[in-house]
């Protein structure tokens, strides 16, 4: 069973920056995609970045350019550096596993998430 901790989020103003993490337990990383999702209050979680087994990244337009996904497989880390930040930036942003090399934009390709972390973006 692979456990997901988010870690990172927190309160930043308009045009900052935050860097989120995910360590990964119980199982390894490595060959595997992972991904970041997000959910505002009241909305369906989104796709925001995934990163396949072999380390290629693809991003949700909203993002692209502004956050880069990274990963660490020696330590089991996954990163989520967000720059730009804008307030429809608002989530709580969720670390997702997938036992298989190809990532994937579709949420029911994860089957492991963690409890997520709040982003509020605000002046």
């Known amino acids: 069973q692979v456990r997901l901790v988010e870690r990172g989020g927190g309160l930043v103003q308009p045009g900052n920056s935050l860097k989120l993490s995910c360590a990964a337990s119980g199982g390894t990383i490595r060959g595997n995609a992972m991904a970041w999702f997000r959910q505002a209050p009241g909305k369906q979680r989104e796709f925001v970045a995934t990163?396949?087994?072999?380390?290629?990244?693809n991003y949700a337009d909203s993002v692209k350019g502004r956050f880069t996904i990274s990963r660490d497989n020696d330590n089991n880390m996954v990163y989520l550096q967000m720059n730009s930040l804008k307030p429809e930036d608002t989530a709580t942003y969720y670390c997702?596993?997938?036992?298989?090399?190809?990532?994937?934009?579709?949420?029911?390709?994860?089957?492991?998430w963690g409890q997520g972390t709040q982003v509020t973006v605000s002046a």
């Open positions: 990163v396949s087994g072999g380390g290629l990244g």
């Open positions: 997702a596993f997938s036992p298989g090399p190809l990532r994937s934009r579709s949420i029911d390709s994860y089957p492991y």
